[in-house]
């Protein structure tokens, strides 16, 4: 199966600072990338997502890099609000397959 | 309308015990999920089951059974209840289809605790 790390586990930042996530991959075949926001007492969210034929997608203050050489892709998130209080997951899935696997998780305390 | 709905959300039981958590889906999606996040927020497939296509994660105890009367509704059945089940349940939906994954959509989640 896909092997998904995901950096940092925690993340601090002052409002209206930017925050980035960062997450590595194994298999090469992976071809789809989703990440997903986790609110407490919530299930996770999909934020945004990106498909193997493109480098980066941006959606408001929210973007994704992908870079299938290195088999890493980041999630940026600009201007951050407290609302952005969460924790992320990067994910991956199985070569071949619909199943996702999904990072550890990283928790983003936004502080006003 | 609440697209995946899951019951209980609170489940508090004794050791040994057997127990199941109800997901049901209306968003007509093909596949369906249970996963568990447990305390350090780790989320791990458990399963998943496409029409008559189930999928089982290796990891999971056979004491843990999926069952789905229908496309709308996998339910998660649990034998022999033991401390280290306590966790978070998932059920999630998507209408993703093999070789394309697709969004996952979730539900709120029933918090199992085993005394």
């Known amino acids: 199966g896909e092997n998904v790390e995901q950096h940092p586990s925690t993340l601090s930042v002052q409002e209206g600072d930017s925050a980035v996530i960062k997450c590595t991959y194994s298999?090469?075949?992976?071809?789809?990338f989703p990440w997903y926001k986790q609110e407490l007492g919530k299930g996770p969210q999909l934020i945004i997502d990106i498909r193997s034929n493109v480098g980066e997608k941006k959606d408001q203050r929210i973007a994704v890099t992908l870079n299938k050489t290195a088999k890493h892709f980041s999630l940026h998130i600009t201007e951050t609000q407290p609302e952005d209080s969460a924790v992320y997951f990067c994910?991956?899935?199985?070569?071949?397959?619909?199943?996702?696997?999904f990072g550890k998780g990283t928790k983003l305390s936004v502080i006003p | 309308d609440t697209a995946v709905s899951q019951t209980p959300k609170y489940l508090v039981t004794q050791m040994g015990n057997d127990k199941s958590i109800k997901c049901e889906q209306n968003?007509?999606?093909?596949?369906m999920y249970w996963y568990k996040q447990d305390s350090k927020k780790f989320l791990k497939i458990m399963f998943s089951y496409n029409n008559k296509e189930l999928i089982i994660n290796e990891t999971v105890p056979n004491r843990f059974s999926p069952k789905s009367p229908d496309k709308a509704h996998l339910n998660l059945h649990i034998n022999s209840l033991e401390l280290g089940d306590s966790a978070v349940y998932f059920c999630?939906?998507?209408?993703?289809?093999?070789?394309?994954?697709?969004?996952?959509?979730f539900g709120e989640g029933s918090r199992l605790t085993v005394l």
């Open positions: 298999d090469s075949a992976s071809n789809y």
């Open positions: 999630a939906s998507s209408q993703g289809v093999p070789m394309i994954p697709g969004e996952l959509f």
């Open positions: 994910a991956a899935p199985w070569a071949g397959s619909y199943q996702l696997t």
């Open positions: 968003l007509g999606h093909d596949t």
